[in-house]
């Protein structure tokens, strides 16, 4: 009965509470779109720091993190690896040889850590294979009569193997593609013209556009103008096993794109057989395992039960691999809790005000009430109920509606590529994907429940200190 | 009687619902302020902390070498082009560097690193390398000893967490463990005693190197110990060669600890086969106002000749900008969302307020009020409960403003170390106030003044009839 008579209540000034209504509408649809906005940058970080940079285990040498010392190494006959793969909860394992070097193109020479793989065996914990940018090549398919090496986007752009350049294909195809021909008459000055690097491309091109004319083509222009010297090659230079400085050249097999600036600046992938061959180590002994196992939650009592069994190695989990990606996945959601509240402690302010005006203006029909026999207590939960309605009806909707924008979103995704260098240069991909977990609104419920019960105190107070005799009287 | 004093008087008649829409607007002005001055104190610090510890204000350069940072962009450092930077007023010197990237090695171990030639005592104007030195070392028999000492237990308990630390000044170092300022001078004085770091220094003319800390431990080598460097020299020569390290350095950058190696100028010159040669000249400046920088930008980029180009600090640093305004737009989307909530909860008031007071704007409108007096008193309310609100907001956030000013948030211990561990400095100082605060009045009053347009229109289009029955 009180539901009913406190639901009909918030329908009586029907404006103002749709003010009400409306005002947590948006406070919760922002509220909960921000925070998959958030969440999705922070999950695809995740996944591209488990399915592309680290996994979930990483075994190497006692000390061997310390500085990376190549003599710091593991062999079959250790017994690693059937002892890994008879703990339950191991999914895949691989092993890699690492060593420090040097690449170099005639122009530029970066330093770089050179990893040998074995590159189908890779494929079942990495998905570094997907990412190989489309024209550049491909994840060690094709023979060549050089060695292979696989190198990440940034390291090309560094050695000036990427670069850019205008001519009359380019603006052909930027013709086709409905770009005005005032901007390629202004680009076609530029005509035959080679950037050795992408920022000067950029500024030369930024130099001649207006800046709509840029935000409006500038990507499109951008990806035409992009181009891969097919056969590119790259010198390697390194130590071997003897301490000789060993140069070699290869070819590069194809460029890959995860989205994270220093690990593709430093990180050069070669079959693990070439590597052998060059260094000098031998073909089975390796430097690291990685290990991908079925249950996350798991990562940390397979972590120490590999301890036990290898006490001389150094293991470590993603958390300790990534301790700024632990921290953020450990508090992200009390975070997330801080955000709604402050939303939600604003949106009170407005229910409180509205909440104490309807109470002020029934003083006559509550004491009203309160003299023919309701008593107290249900007055109170008469007034809470008011507000914990208009809060919740406001919530609903606010949640429906971002939960809606969030399935609209999250297919295509949001492109922030005026900041892709910042956000890849610290991991993050610039392109978000909207997400969140159901938990996430089970907790705004609760949030927003929880509101709407202590906005009504003051007003539901306010109400039962009406003295019934005197209510009556007021006009 | 005056409008505004009845618009005052109005205000205070329902005092109730005044002081909760005020109090929304407080909460919102509040958290605002503390939000952005703490956002903005951060960048600030990691923007002084980049600028004067690395690029400085401006830099003379060839002009392919900041997008193409070979040994072969270099440019002549002649005694003329010297003369004509610090003839400039505001100028209080130039800093010639030399700056590349080579292998190192020690022993059996190999790291790329960048080698940075500097005039080891010109230096103290931008990055002083000097007061960078090592000074503590909490090395295994610096643990020991320091365990068995007389240092406070809850000080001890952190030396595990440390170990292997270095710490170029007593406050970094106090940082860490957790030191308050009071016991410094107690507790330091021991820390000095086990775990004293005997550095050295480099010097114009002699071979000797400085390297960072990280890189140290990285290639296990230690002061007398030497490197072998090994690049690609000017004009595609090969540059080798073998020096003695003669100091290590902490810098405060992670990324930059890891792979700096500091040499004197000529020296490198020397290894990179480019003799009297320099890839950057830093200037040093006395002001570091934005508009005296940008006017310096163009008077020195007249007076240099075709190869040379004068770069500023934005162009230099534009990945931490392009972070920082990304970071920065986040945390305005957050305060956008606060304040649309609140724009609601003032438009909800007046809409309850006009309703309530339907008649009394007829009776008033009947005895002879004009309808534009009206309108002008329920303006001067609505414009006092905002100011009422903003000015709240901001006296109750400029203490803590100017507290998180002196005292900057600092994170120790455990923290600390992860916040390292993520390449930045444990510490969150405060924004002094400043166009910020402006921006969140001007905000709070164009809500005000959106929501005053619905009484305004209602009064305009009262028929006193109908408003005096109601």
């Given at each position: 009965?009180?539901?009913?008579t406190?639901?009909?209540?918030?329908?009586?000034?029907?404006?103002?509470?749709?003010?009400?209504?409306?005002?947590?509408?948006?406070?919760?649809?922002?509220?909960?779109?921000?925070?998959?906005f958030?969440?999705?940058?922070?999950?695809?970080r995740?996944?591209?720091?488990?399915?592309?940079?680290?996994?979930h285990?990483?075994?190497?040498?006692?000390?061997?993190?310390?500085?990376?010392?190549?003599?710091?190494?593991?062999?079959?006959?250790?017994?690693?690896?059937?002892?890994?793969?008879?703990?339950?909860?191991?999914?895949?394992?691989?092993?890699?040889?690492?060593?420090?070097?040097?690449?170099?193109?005639?122009?530029?020479?970066?330093?770089?850590?050179?990893i040998?793989?074995?590159?189908?065996?890779?494929?079942?914990?990495f998905?570094l294979?997907?990412?190989?940018?489309?024209?550049?090549?491909?994840?060690?398919?094709?023979?060549?009569?050089?060695?292979?090496?696989?190198?990440?986007?940034?390291?090309?752009?560094?050695?000036?193997?990427?670069?850019?350049?205008?001519?009359?294909?380019?603006?052909?195809?930027?013709?086709?593609?409905?770009?005005p021909?005032?901007?390629?008459?202004?680009?076609e000055?530029?005509?035959?013209?080679?950037?050795?690097?992408?920022?000067?491309?950029?500024s030369?091109?930024?130099?001649?556009?207006?800046?709509?004319?840029?935000?409006?083509?500038?990507?499109?222009?951008?990806?035409?103008?992009?181009?891969?010297?097919?056969?590119?090659?790259?010198?390697?230079?390194?130590?071997?096993?003897?301490?000789?400085?060993v140069?070699?050249?290869?070819?590069?097999?194809?460029?890959?794109?995860?989205?994270?600036?220093?690990?593709?600046?430093?990180?050069?992938?070669?079959?693990?057989?070439?590597?052998?061959?060059?260094?000098?180590?031998?073909?089975?002994?390796?430097?690291k395992?990685i290990?991908?196992?079925?249950?996350?939650?798991?990562?940390?009592?397979?972590?120490?039960?590999?301890?036990?069994?290898?006490?001389?190695?150094?293991?470590?989990?993603?958390?300790?691999?990534?301790?700024?990606?632990?921290?953020?996945?450990?508090?992200?959601?009390?975070?997330?809790?801080?955000?709604?509240?402050?939303?939600?402690?604003?949106?009170?302010?407005?229910?409180?005000?509205?909440?104490?005006?309807?109470?002020?203006?029934?003083?006559?029909?509550?004491?009203?009430?309160?003299?023919?026999?309701?008593?107290?207590?249900?007055?109170?939960?008469m007034?809470?109920?008011?507000?914990?309605?208009?809060?919740?009806?406001?919530?609903?909707?606010?949640?429906?509606?971002?939960?809606?924008?969030?399935?609209?979103?999250?297919?295509?995704?949001?492109n922030?590529?005026?900041?892709?260098?910042?956000?890849?240069?610290?991991?993050?991909?610039?392109?978000?994907?909207?997400?969140?977990?159901?938990?996430?609104?089970?907790?705004?419920?609760i949030?927003?429940?929880?509101?709407?019960?202590?906005?009504?105190?003051?007003?539901?107070?306010?109400?039962?200190?009406?003295?019934?005799?005197?209510?009556?009287?007021?006009? | 009687?005056?409008?505004?004093?009845?618009?005052?008087?109005?205000?205070?008649?329902?005092?109730?619902?005044?002081?909760?829409?005020?109090?929304?607007?407080?909460?919102?002005?509040?958290?605002a302020?503390?939000?952005?001055?703490?956002?903005?104190?951060?960048?600030?610090?990691?923007f002084?902390?980049?600028?004067?510890?690395?690029?400085?204000?401006?830099?003379?350069?060839?002009?392919?070498?900041?997008?193409?940072?070979?040994?072969?962009n270099v440019?002549?450092?002649?005694?003329?082009?010297?003369?004509?930077?610090?003839?400039?007023?505001?100028?209080?010197?130039?800093?010639?560097?030399?700056?590349?990237?080579?292998?190192?090695?020690?022993?059996?171990l190999?790291?790329?690193?960048?080698?940075?030639?500097?005039?080891?005592?010109?230096?103290?104007?931008?990055?002083?390398?000097?007061?960078?030195?090592?000074?503590?070392?909490?090395?295994?028999?610096?643990?020991?000893?320091?365990?068995?000492?007389?240092?406070?237990?809850?000080?001890k308990?952190n030396?595990?967490?440390?170990?292997?630390?270095?710490?170029?000044?007593?406050?970094?170092?106090?940082?860490?463990?957790?030191?308050?300022?009071?016991?410094?001078?107690?507790?330091?004085?021991?820390?000095?005693?086990?775990?004293?770091?005997?550095?050295?220094?480099?010097?114009?003319?002699?071979?000797?190197?400085?390297?960072?800390?990280?890189?140290?431990?990285?290639?296990?080598?230690?002061?007398?110990?030497?490197?072998?460097?090994?690049?690609?020299?000017?004009?595609?020569?090969?540059?080798?060669?073998?020096?003695?390290?003669?100091?290590?350095?902490?810098?405060?950058?992670?990324?930059?600890?890891?792979?700096?190696?500091y040499?004197?100028?000529d020296?490198?010159?020397?290894?990179?086969?480019?003799?009297?040669?320099?890839?950057?000249?830093?200037?040093?400046?006395?002001?570091?106002?934005?508009?005296?920088?940008?006017?310096?930008?163009?008077?020195?980029?007249?007076?240099?000749?075709?190869?040379?180009?004068?770069?500023?600090?934005?162009?230099?640093?534009?990945?931490?900008?392009?972070?920082?305004?990304?970071?920065?737009?986040?945390?305005?989307?957050?305060?956008?969302?606060?304040?649309?909530?609140?724009?609601?909860?003032?438009?909800?008031?007046?809409?309850?307020?006009?309703?309530?007071?339907?008649?009394?704007?007829?009776?008033?409108?009947?005895?002879?009020?004009?309808?534009?007096?009206?309108?002008?008193?329920?303006?001067?309310?609505?414009?006092?409960?905002?100011?009422?609100?903003?000015?709240?907001?901001?006296?109750a956030?400029?203490?803590v403003?100017?507290?998180?000013?002196?005292?900057?948030?600092?994170?120790?211990?455990?923290?600390?170390?992860?916040?390292?561990?993520?390449?930045?400095?444990?510490?969150?100082?405060?924004?002094?106030?400043?166009?910020?605060?402006?921006?969140?009045?001007?905000?709070?009053?164009?809500?005000?003044i959106?929501?005053?347009?619905?009484?305004?229109?209602?009064?305009?289009?009262?028929e006193?009839?109908?408003?005096?029955?109601a």
């Amino acid at each position: 009965m009180i539901l009913k008579t406190a639901w009909k209540n918030v329908w009586r000034n029907r404006v103002r509470s749709l003010v009400v209504i409306a005002s947590v509408t948006v406070g919760i649809f922002a509220g909960v779109f921000a925070v998959a906005f958030m969440n999705g940058m922070i999950a695809q970080r995740f996944d591209a720091a488990i399915d592309e940079e680290i996994s979930h285990i990483q075994i190497t040498g006692k000390d061997y993190l310390l500085n990376n010392d190549p003599e710091i190494y593991m062999t079959p006959e250790d017994g690693i690896i059937p002892a890994i793969k008879s703990i339950p909860g191991v999914e895949y394992v691989v092993t890699r040889t690492i060593v420090t070097g040097m690449a170099s193109t005639a122009s530029k020479s970066a330093g770089v850590q050179i990893i040998g793989i074995n590159p189908d065996r890779e494929k079942e914990i990495f998905k570094l294979y997907k990412t190989i940018i489309p024209g550049t090549g491909d994840y060690f398919e094709t023979e060549s009569k050089y060695d292979l090496a696989l190198i990440g986007q940034d390291l090309a752009k560094e050695l000036n193997i990427i670069r850019f350049a205008i001519d009359s294909t380019v603006l052909s195809k930027l013709r086709n593609k409905e770009v005005p021909d005032e901007i390629t008459t202004k680009l076609e000055a530029f005509s035959g013209k080679r950037f050795s690097n992408g920022k000067k491309f950029i500024s030369t091109v930024t130099s001649v556009l207006t800046s709509h004319e840029l935000r409006q083509y500038g990507q499109l222009i951008r990806e035409e103008a992009w181009s891969y010297r097919e056969n590119s090659r790259m010198i390697l230079t390194f130590l071997d096993r003897e301490n000789n400085q060993v140069s070699s050249v290869f070819r590069i097999a194809g460029i890959y794109d995860i989205k994270n600036a220093i690990f593709e600046q430093s990180q050069v992938f070669l079959r693990n057989e070439v590597l052998s061959r060059l260094t000098g180590i031998d073909e089975s002994s390796f430097h690291k395992v990685i290990i991908r196992i079925n249950d996350l939650g798991e990562s940390e009592n397979i972590t120490n039960e590999i301890r036990k069994k290898f006490p001389g190695l150094d293991v470590k989990n993603w958390k300790e691999l990534q301790p700024d990606l632990a921290m953020m996945t450990d508090y992200v959601h009390q975070i997330y809790g801080f955000f709604m509240v402050i939303i939600l402690a604003a949106l009170a302010f407005g229910i409180i005000n509205t909440m104490l005006m309807a109470v002020l203006e029934r003083t006559k029909e509550l004491g009203m009430l309160t003299a023919i026999g309701m008593n107290k207590k249900k007055v109170f939960s008469m007034i809470m109920l008011e507000s914990v309605f208009l809060s919740i009806t406001g919530g609903i909707t606010g949640m429906i509606a971002g939960w809606g924008t969030i399935l609209l979103t999250a297919k295509k995704g949001i492109n922030f590529a005026q900041y892709a260098e910042g956000m890849e240069a610290i991991g993050y991909s610039a392109h978000i994907f909207p997400e969140i977990s159901a938990s996430f609104f089970i907790m705004v419920v609760i949030l927003i429940f929880l509101t709407g019960i202590a906005s009504s105190v003051y007003p539901a107070l306010k109400a039962l200190k009406l003295d019934p005799a005197e209510a009556i009287r007021t006009e | 009687m005056k409008n505004y004093k009845i618009a005052w008087r109005n205000l205070w008649r329902n005092k109730r619902r005044t002081l909760i829409t005020g109090a929304s607007v407080f909460f919102a002005i509040f958290f605002a302020l503390i939000m952005r001055s703490l956002q903005l104190g951060t960048y600030d610090h990691m923007f002084r902390n980049a600028i004067e510890s690395y690029t400085g204000y401006l830099q003379i350069q060839h002009e392919d070498f900041w997008d193409n940072k070979v040994v072969d962009n270099v440019f002549a450092y002649s005694p003329e082009l010297d003369r004509v930077v610090k003839g400039m007023k505001n100028c209080t010197g130039t800093v010639p560097r030399f700056e590349s990237f080579a292998l190192a090695s020690s022993g059996t171990l190999t790291k790329g690193v960048m080698v940075m030639g500097i005039d080891p005592e010109k230096e103290a104007l931008l990055s002083d390398t000097r007061s960078k030195l090592v000074k503590y070392h909490l090395d295994n028999t610096a643990i020991e000893a320091l365990r068995n000492s007389e240092l406070p237990e809850n000080i001890k308990k952190n030396l595990d967490l440390f170990k292997g630390n270095s710490y170029s000044n007593g406050s970094s170092l106090a940082v860490d463990f957790n030191i308050e300022d009071k016991d410094t001078s107690a507790i330091l004085p021991v820390f000095r005693e086990y775990s004293f770091f005997n550095n050295g220094y480099i010097k114009l003319g002699e071979p000797g190197a400085l390297i960072g800390d990280k890189l140290a431990a990285y290639l296990k080598a230690g002061i007398g110990d030497t490197i072998v460097l090994l690049g690609q020299g000017y004009h595609g020569t090969t540059a080798a060669g073998k020096y003695r390290i003669n100091g290590i350095v902490k810098i405060p950058t992670p990324d930059l600890d890891n792979k700096i190696v500091y040499l004197p100028y000529d020296i490198c010159q020397e290894l990179f086969y480019a003799p009297g040669m320099l890839t950057s000249l830093a200037i040093s400046i006395k002001d570091n106002d934005e508009n005296t920088i940008n006017e310096m930008l163009v008077e020195i980029g007249q007076k240099l000749e075709a190869p040379l180009k004068v770069l500023g600090w934005r162009e230099m640093n534009k990945l931490i900008i392009n972070q920082m305004d990304a970071d920065s737009k986040s945390g305005m989307i957050m305060i956008f969302i606060l304040y649309l909530v609140i724009a609601f909860g003032i438009f909800g008031t007046v809409l309850m307020m006009t309703a309530e007071r339907r008649r009394e704007f007829g009776v008033l409108v009947a005895i002879g009020m004009q309808k534009r007096k009206l309108a002008t008193v329920v303006t001067m309310e609505m414009i006092l409960m905002g100011l009422l609100g903003i000015f709240s907001g901001i006296i109750a956030a400029l203490p803590v403003i100017f507290y998180g000013y002196k005292h900057p948030i600092r994170f120790y211990g455990e923290m600390a170390k992860m916040y390292e561990d993520y390449g930045m400095e444990a510490i969150m100082p405060f924004l002094l106030p400043d166009m910020y605060v402006i921006w969140q009045s001007v905000v709070v009053a164009i809500i005000v003044i959106i929501a005053l347009i619905y009484p305004l229109r209602k009064i305009r289009s009262m028929e006193v009839v109908n408003s005096l029955k109601a």
